[in-house]
């Protein structure tokens, strides 16, 4: 098993829509909140969205009405449906759990993706 596994990225007009996707072994998806961060060479890492493994999402005030995280348990996978996009969104896009530890006191969660580019062009 991997921990966690992007794709989905591309290229694509401004006003278009890509759909990404974080797939990750059953035990990591169901003990872990995710989260989509994205950089750029000029940027610093930026946080995009989060959704928890209650399926309550969060997201950047860049990306807030346009972008849609959601959960799959059936394929332990985290999607983000990125509606609208823009030339502003293009980065490389990250997918990354975010750390917790259990009752013992073990480090969880603290896996992150390769990154998937996603470029947006006008």
């Known amino acids: 098993q991997v921990g966690l596994m992007e794709s989905g990225g591309g290229s694509v007009q401004a006003g278009g829509s890509l759909k990404l996707s974080c797939t990750t072994g059953?035990?990591?998806?169901?003990?872990?909140?995710m989260s989509w961060y994205r950089q750029t060479p000029t940027q610093e890492r930026e946080f995009v969205s989060r959704?928890?493994?209650?399926?309550?999402?969060t997201y950047a005030d860049s990306v807030k009405g346009r972008f849609a995280a959601v959960r799959d348990i059936n394929k332990s996978t985290m999607y983000l449906q990125m509606n609208n996009l823009k030339p502003e969104d293009t980065a490389m896009y990250y997918c990354?759990?975010?750390?917790?530890?259990?009752?013992?006191?073990?480090?969880?969660?603290?896996?992150w993706g390769q990154g998937t580019q996603v470029t947006v062009s006008t």
């Open positions: 990354a759990t975010d750390p917790r530890r259990n009752e013992a006191g073990d480090r969880l969660c603290n896996y």
């Open positions: 059953h035990y990591i998806f169901i003990y872990c909140d």
């Open positions: 959704i928890t493994i209650d399926n309550a999402t």
